[in-house]
Nanobody
């Protein structure tokens, strides 16, 4: 079992920055695929970024060059550094984990966090 707890959300003006954290339980953190997803009001959940156990990373196009996903295996923590935030980044952000890439890529991981709200104002 893996438990995921996000933190770091909040309200920020456009152009600002936030860093989200996801604390994971369990000793398989380092080998899992980890990712961040988000869901805006009235929209479906979308993939934001994924990082593999060996550090390979993918981003959705709209956040490339603005967001950075990283993880600290010693602290069992996943991060999402978000810079140059835009109002369209407003959403509930979720941490996710899975031992396999495909399930995570298609938004069907075994484990989800409870989410943390990010609101970007003009």
């Amino acid at each position: 079992q893996v438990q995921l707890v996000e933190s770091g959300g909040g309200s920020v003006q456009a152009g600002g920055s936030l860093t989200l954290s996801c604390a994971a339980s369990g000793d398989t953190f380092s080998s899992y695929y980890m990712g961040w997803f988000r869901q805006a009001p009235g929209k479906g959940r979308e993939r934001v970024a994924i990082i593999s156990g060996d550090g390979s990373i993918t981003y959705r196009d709209s956040v490339k060059d603005r967001f950075t996903i990283s993880k600290d295996n010693a602290k069992n923590t996943l991060y999402l550094q978000m810079n140059s935030l835009k109002p369209e980044d407003t959403a509930m952000y979720y941490c996710a984990a899975d031992p396999g890439f495909t399930r995570l890529w298609f938004g069907r991981p075994n484990y989800w966090g409870q989410g943390t709200q990010v609101t970007v104002t003009v």
